[in-house]
């Protein structure tokens, strides 16, 4: 963990001795589904897009991350599929494709994989649900901010001093060093653009 505090004995969100707020930023990944990549609709037939025509309906959700910190900080990313189905006459298997890619600084995809998950319907079961895992490595030092700008966010300042009404983090090499160092995890459903417009314009 990197503080990004003016004091390193009060807890995140305190007042310290000396009117700083403590922050607190962690350099692992942290894990998030994209907008609109969160769920998937199939339709029968697949061109349609009539309600009446919707076949399975899934959902990404219970959205899990874990942090192992070595030479590279490793993070796991565990979630649940639900699903739905309009039919549940003869049980089903319905296999789905997700990604999880790695983004640096909020728009720079530095991996990506694609993985399937599978969900079995039983007969006479409208729903069903299984689990997936995602992972990403990250070099240690690419995602730790320099000593230098740790010295600038963290330096001590007094009433008065010249540099006291400065806020650290609205500078220009300070924001730089947060986005370059700043990754995310990010997972949702593997869309076609047909399936991707279909969920930004429904």
């Known amino acids: 963990m990197v503080a990004l505090a003016l004091a ?9 001795a000396t009117g700083g707020i403590v922050a607190v930023r962690s350099a692992c990944p942290t894990a998030a589904v994209p907008a609109y990549t969160g769920d998937i609709t199939l339709f029968n037939p697949a061109q349609s897009r009539d309600a009446a025509a919707i076949d399975v309906v899934a959902d990404i959700t219970n959205l899990r991350s874990t942090c192992t910190d070595g030479a590279q900080f490793y993070t796991e990313a565990s979630f649940t599929v639900n699903a739905r189905r309009s039919d549940a006459s003869v049980a089903r298997q319905v296999t789905l494709p997700y990604f999880s890619a790695v983004v640096r600084g909020g728009n720079a995809v530095v991996a990506k994989r694609v993985g399937q998950v ?10 069903a649900s299984a ?7 990250v070099d240690k030092a690419s995602a730790s901010l320099p000593a ?13 001093d010249a540099d006291a009404a400065i806020d650290p983090f609205a500078q220009p090499d300070v924001k730089a060093a947060l ?3 700043s990754f995310e995890l990010l997972v949702g459903f593997n869309l076609t653009q047909d399936q991707l417009k279909y969920n930004a314009t429904r």
């Open 179 to 181: 986005q370059r160092t």
């Open 131 to 137: 689990q997936a895992k995602a992972g990403s490595y």
């Open 118 to 127: 599978t969900l079995n319907f039983a007969a006479g079961e409208y729903r």
């Open 8 to 16: 390193g004995c009060s807890r995140r969100g305190e007042i310290d």
């Open 148 to 160: 230098d700008i740790q010295a600038k966010i963290t330096q001590k300042r007094k009433a008065g």
